[in-house]
């Protein structure tokens, strides 16, 4: 059915910047509603950022004001801007299809790894 594969993901010092994109497959990626979200092991998987078909967005408290979850429905693909990363960001970041036509879906892309070293 619909597939997401992630990219952007890499190592990245302190205050460093980083952009995720996740591109869906799909004709109908303007009724999608949107989210990320990350986990690290031996952790439960947490939200990050949603965004609905229409651009209303949502974020966890801990990125607020430092990750900009954004779509491009041209291009069937949703974004992820983080900036002033810290080691706490590190994680394996996934895209996911949250929702379709008013109904609750779960459709995870593979998954792209966030490093915040020095």
């Known amino acids: 059915q619909v597939q997401l594969v992630e990219s952007g993901g890499g190592l990245v010092q302190p205050g460093g910047s980083l952009t995720l994109s996740c591109t869906a497959s799909?004709?109908?990626?303007?009724?999608?509603?949107m989210g990320w979200y990350r986990q690290t092991p031996g952790k439960e998987r947490e939200m990050v950022a949603n965004i609905a078909p229409s651009g209303d967005r949502r974020y966890a408290d801990s990125v607020m004001g430092r990750f900009t979850i954004d779509r491009d429905n041209a291009k069937n693909t949703v974004y992820l801007q983080m900036n002033s990363l810290t080691p706490a960001d590190s994680a394996v970041y996934y895209c996911?299809?949250?929702?379709?036509?008013?109904?609750?879906?779960?459709?995870w892309g593979q998954g792209t790894q966030v490093t915040v070293s020095s």
């Open positions: 996911k299809l949250e929702v379709i036509g008013g109904l609750h879906v779960n459709y």
């Open positions: 799909g004709s109908r990626f303007s009724m999608y509603g």
